[in-house]
């Protein structure tokens, strides 16, 4: 077999995701080399699986395929796990959205693709009293009487163990947010939307837009 | 405003002026700038007023006030020079052009010329002008939408380069307007030099105006992005509210949505099917295996001792061995460096005097471990540079990759000749 195709099967039969941020290079071979693509979706068809993508396009992962299994017990065992996962990943979220933001902006949520540096965050905590507050109310944080420093960076090592983060520069403390936020973040929404919490579209722009461009 | 504010306000910009090159030099390096010594007095003038601030011994660097101010009044300059100046131009242009018609009018050939220079030279300046505005904006733009680092104030940027090429926009109808005119189809030069002057600034504006898509277009996702983070804060303040929340809308839906059916994960650690009973496949899986294993064969050592029966191996007895072995070990070392020839193990625990109070597996496993120690000890790695150790081995599995040491040759031999 083909070295980089045992390697992207393997991959994805582990339950990872391959991002076109932290894995660019996997990204590309399933995105261009339809060769290869197909022997991945027939391998994986024939242990019941599925490739998929998010609506973004930004990152493959795996899904059992919908004739080789009780489609709505399994979803519901899924969305139980998910469940879980929501409230943290949104502390997450909402918290380096806070150190990054001046009060007078609109918040954004982090997106794939995006860099964040460990000092940034600390620097745009640390004399907010209230974020410091927020952070240590977070699930992530065990340990609550620790200094801003280290649980900044409990926080991050939490986001980079459910594979939301990667490091990208060990000296600076930068860390790159992987596909994997961006397919959370949609399953946020899928939750939000159809818990009739709003809308996200906004109004219509005539100038928009063929382009997929990210930002 | 009070008088007393009035004089004020004036001695506080009479000053900014006074000091307006130490100003622009800070403006222009923004981490902080240098200065020599002489220069402090006027320094720490600007700090007392607020609008410096220092960064190190003689490093000074806009407050962020004074930064924020400056960055506001050079857009706003930006954004006038430009219709300012196409306006100029245009008007420029048209006297130029009129006093080309009235030399047509004239038939005065050595005016026409020169007014066909003028046209062109203005023309020319136009046209390098709007470029140059182009490529600045764009270049400043393609930076700002390239930018992946997380952060609000670009777009703040992005806005403002959005307004910058609506004016270069607005500054291209303006000369489309002038250049509709009759008179440049009634004079044949006129007419070429309007070709050759749209042809000239149609890569920079073709560019401007697909940038100023592209713009529009981030600012259009940008909203879409605050418009999600936004739903995804009400999510959040309702499991805060409520964190035991069912969420059954979403639950009965869940099916309807690919990640609800993501696969748990298989951990594959060999592509072969063991209970295949596919003799190819085992034969290969048994080679690769071997191969492995000869390339990285386990090097683990581990001497345990045999138990004596009821009673563990007396620690007394367990001492003694250890201390017999540390001696020996150490003779041998002096004997291979003082003949400087090589020895086997065996051959020396033979000929040891004293050497039934250690057990051989106890002997080789010492010497097999022990150099090991050594290279990792700052003290004893030179002492073991001294000679060479070569294990023999009596076995090895091919399938864990686990070897027996038969012997450990020392040779300092080659090393002291």
Same mark, same amino acid.
């Given at each position: 077999m083909d070295k980089r195709l045992q390697a992207i099967t393997t991959k994805l039969l582990e339950g990872k995701f391959i991002c076109q941020f932290s894995d660019p290079d996997n990204f590309v071979i399933l995105q261009d080399d339809v060769d290869t693509r197909l022997k991945v979706e027939n391998c994986l068809e024939t242990l019941g699986r599925k490739l998929v993508f998010n609506d973004s396009q930004s990152t493959y992962y795996v899904v059992h395929d919908k004739n080789t299994i009780d489609q709505k017990t399994e979803a519901e065992r899924q969305f139980n796990h998910i469940r879980q996962k929501i409230r943290p990943t949104l502390g997450f979220l909402d918290i380096i959205s806070s150190a990054l933001t001046s009060s007078s902006e609109n918040k954004v949520f982090l997106q794939g693709g995006e860099t964040i540096k460990i000092s940034e965050v600390i620097a745009g905590l640390e004399h907010n009293q209230a974020h410091i507050d927020t952070l240590t109310r977070l699930d992530w944080i065990k340990r609550k009487d620790s200094p801003i420093t280290d649980k900044v960076k409990t926080l991050f090592k939490e986001a980079e163990k459910e594979g939301l983060l990667v490091l990208q520069d060990k000296i600076t403390e930068r860390y790159l947010v992987t596909g994997k936020l961006d397919v959370m973040q949609e399953i946020m929404l899928f939750i939000a939307e159809n818990e009739q919490l709003g809308s996200t579209e906004p109004e219509p722009n005539n100038? /928009?837009?063929k382009m997929q461009m990210k930002l | 405003m009070s008088i007393d504010n009035t004089i004020e306000a004036t001695k506080f910009i009479e000053a900014i002026y006074k000091h307006r090159h130490l100003l622009s030099k800070c403006y222009g390096e923004k981490a902080g700038s240098f200065f020599p010594e002489e220069e402090e007095e006027r320094l720490q003038t600007l700090k007392s007023m607020g609008v410096i601030r220092p960064v190190d011994k003689h490093m000074y660097r806009l407050s962020k006030e004074t930064r924020q101010l400056l960055d506001k009044g050079l857009n706003r300059i930006h954004l006038r020079d430009l219709s300012v100046d196409i306006g100029a131009q245009v008007e420029a242009l048209t006297l130029s052009m009129f006093e080309y018609q009235e030399a047509v009018a004239t038939k005065d050939k050595e005016r026409m010329v020169q007014e066909e220079d003028e046209l062109k030279s203005i023309c020319f300046e136009i046209a390098d002008f709007v470029a140059d505005k182009a490529k600045n904006i764009y270049e400043q733009a393609k930076i700002a939408l390239g930018n %992946?680092? @997380?952060? /609000?104030q670009r777009f703040k940027k992005i806005q403002l380069l959005l307004n910058k090429l609506d004016q270069l926009m607005a500054a291209r109808e303006k000369l489309e307007l002038f250049f509709d005119n009759e008179v440049f189809i009634d004079y044949p030069f006129l007419d070429t030099l309007k070709v050759r002057f749209f042809l000239d600034m149609t890569e920079y504006l073709d560019s401007a105006r697909n940038l100023r898509q592209e713009i529009r277009s981030a600012l259009h996702l940008r909203k879409k992005r605050e418009l999600r983070t936004s739903q995804l804060q009400r999510l959040d303040a309702l499991l805060k509210n409520d964190?035991?929340?069912?969420l059954d809308n979403a639950r009965q839906k869940a099916h309807s949505m690919p990640f609800f059916l993501v696969a748990p994960s298989i951990y594959v650690?060999?592509?072969?099917? %063991?209970?295949? @009973?596919d003799d190819e496949l085992l034969e290969q899986y048994r080679q690769t295996i071997h191969a492995l294993a000869l390339q990285k064969p386990e090097s683990k050592s581990k001497y345990i001792r045999e138990s004596s029966g009821q009673v563990d191996y007396a620690s007394f007895q367990k001492e003694r061995e250890v201390k017999q072995v540390r001696l020996m070990f150490n003779s041998l070392l002096r004997n291979i460096i003082t003949s400087k020839s090589q020895m086997s193990a065996i051959e020396f625990y033979n000929s040891f005097p004293q050497s039934e109070n250690v057990r051989t597996a106890y002997w080789l496993h010492y010497c097999h471990r022990q150099p090991q120690i050594m290279k990792n000890a700052p003290s004893k790695a030179r002492l073991l540079r001294q000679f060479t150790v070569r294990i023999k081995f009596e076995s090895h599995s091919d399938y864990s990759g686990n070897r027996v040491v038969k012997d450990v040759l020392f040779d300092a031999s080659k090393r002291l000749a």
């Open positions: 100038d /928009q837009m | %992946i680092e @997380y952060g /609000q964190p035991s929340a069912l650690s060999t592509n072969v099917d %063991i209970n295949s @009973y």
